[in-house]
C-alpha cells in the first residue's frame, strides 16, 4: 500500500514536471530554430562597422536586461512596427527629391514573424534568461523619481534633441532610430539608463550619439518614457 | 623638342592631376562613416532632407552647400561634429559625436564635406 502510494506520488510528480520541462526546453528551441538566422543571441565577437550592416535583425543577446516580459509576449503574437527604416535605416532610405525628407523604401523593411501564443511565451521566458550575467546593467539604475512629466517631455522634445531621432507619439513620421511610445511597456528602465548613458556599451559603433547628460537628466529622460505605453502600428 | 616638352608637359599633368584627385577622392570607410551617423539627418543626398529632418526645429546643414560651406572654416566643423552645434553656436539638434568617433575619424569627415561641398580646407 504504502509503495503503491509511492509510485503514485512519483508517477503524479513527473507529469505534473514533464510539461515545464518540455516548455522550457522548446523556448530555447524556438529561439534556435525561428529567431538565432537574423538576432545574435549571444555576445557577438565581432564588433565592427560592418557587422551593423550586415546584421538582419537587433542583438538580443541580452534581451533578459532589455524587454518586459508581458510585451513581448504580446509583441511576439502581434508584432508592431519599432524601427521604420528597419534595423539599418540607411539600407531603406532613398531621397524623396524636391527638397522633402528623405523616404523609406518598404521593400527594404520585412515585416517580422508571428509566434502563436503558446511559442510566444516559451520564446519570452528563454528571452529573458539572456544576458541577464553579461554585467551591462546595474540593478536600481532607475532612481524611480516620479517623473515631472511637462518638464522632461520639454527635455526630450527640445532640449536634448531626442524627438529628431524617436518618435513619442504614434502616427507620425518615421525616424531612424526604435519608436519610443511603447518604451514604457517595453522596456526594463534599468536598461533605458544605462542604454542613454553609453549606447555603445550595448551596440558597438550604433548611431545614437553618446550625449553629455547629467545623471539628473538621464532620470528624467527615462521616467518619461516609463510613461509612454501607446499600442504600436501593426 | 618641342614636341617632347609638351609631351612631357602633359605626361606631367597627368600625374599630378591623378595624384591630385587621388587625395581628394574620399576613401571608402569614410563614407561609410558619413552613411552610418551623418545620413539620418543630412540626407542620401548629403543636402540637409535627412529621414529625421521634417519635423526638426532648425534643418540640418545642407552639406552640398559651397557657400556655407566655403565659410565655415575646418577647425569649426570639427568642433560641430566632436561636441556638438551647441559648442559651435549651433543648433543642439547637431548631437556630440565625440563619444562614437575618433578624431582621426572626425578629420576624415571633415575632409569629406569638403569634397561634397567642393570647398577649400581653411
Redo the contacts between chains.
Keep these: 500500500m504504502k509503495h503503491l502510494r509511492a509510485r503514485i506520488t512519483l508517477l503524479l510528480g513527473t507529469m505534473l514536471l514533464l510539461p515545464a520541462l518540455a516548455a522550457a526546453a522548446s523556448g530555447e528551441e524556438i529561439l534556435q530554430s525561428q529567431c538565432a538566422s537574423c538576432h545574435a543571441l549571444a555576445k557577438p565577437s565581432d564588433a565592427s562597422l560592418d557587422r551593423l550592416w550586415t546584421r538582419k535583425g537587433p542583438d538580443l543577446w541580452y534581451a533578459g536586461v532589455k524587454f518586459n516580459k508581458d510585451w513581448l509576449v504580446q509583441w511576439l503574437q502581434a508584432p508592431t512596427v519599432i524601427r521604420p527604416a528597419g534595423v539599418m535605416y540607411r539600407k531603406a532610405v532613398k531621397a524623396a527629391g524636391g527638397g522633402a525628407p528623405d523616404v523609406i523604401d518598404a521593400s527594404q523593411v520585412p515585416a517580422h514573424m508571428k509566434l502563436g501564443a503558446a511559442d510566444a511565451a516559451a520564446a519570452a521566458d528563454a528571452l529573458l534568461a539572456l544576458g541577464t550575467d553579461a554585467g551591462l546593467v546595474q540593478k536600481g539604475a532607475f532612481k524611480q523619481d516620479p517623473p515631472n512629466v511637462a518638464m522632461a517631455s520639454l527635455l526630450f522634445n527640445k532640449l536634448r534633441g531626442c524627438s529628431s531621432c524617436h518618435a513619442a507619439k504614434a502616427g507620425g513620421p518615421p525616424h531612424s532610430g526604435p519608436e519610443l511610445y511603447s518604451a514604457g511597456a517595453r522596456l526594463q528602465p534599468d536598461y533605458v539608463v544605462e542604454y542613454i548613458r553609453d549606447p555603445q556599451k550595448f551596440d558597438p559603433h550604433i548611431w545614437m550619439p553618446k550625449l553629455e547628460l547629467t545623471d539628473a537628466d538621464i532620470q528624467k529622460l527615462t521616467g518619461f518614457l516609463m510613461t509612454l505605453k501607446q499600442a504600436g502600428a501593426q | 623638342m618641342n614636341r617632347l616638352t609638351g609631351t612631357l608637359l602633359v605626361v606631367v599633368a597627368g600625374f599630378v592631376a591623378g595624384v591630385c584627385s587621388a587625395e581628394d577622392a574620399p576613401s571608402p570607410a569614410t563614407v ?2 558619413y ?3 551623418c ?3 543630412h ?3 548629403r543636402d540637409g ?9 532648425v534643418k540640418p546643414r545642407d552639406h552640398t552647400d559651397s557657400k556655407a560651406m566655403g565659410d565655415t572654416p575646418d577647425d569649426q566643423l570639427f568642433k560641430a561634429i566632436k561636441n556638438g552645434g551647441l559648442s559651435v553656436n549651433k543648433s ?2 547637431m ?3 565625440g ?2 568617433l575618433t578624431d582621426e575619424q572626425i578629420r576624415d569627415l571633415v575632409k569629406y564635406l569638403r569634397f561634397v561641398s567642393k570647398t577649400k580646407s581653411s
Design positions: 561609410k562613416l552613411d552610418t551617423y545620413v539620418q539627418c540626407g542620401v543626398n532632407n535627412g529621414l529625421n529632418s521634417g519635423d526638426m526645429a543642439v539638434l548631437p556630440t559625436w563619444g562614437v
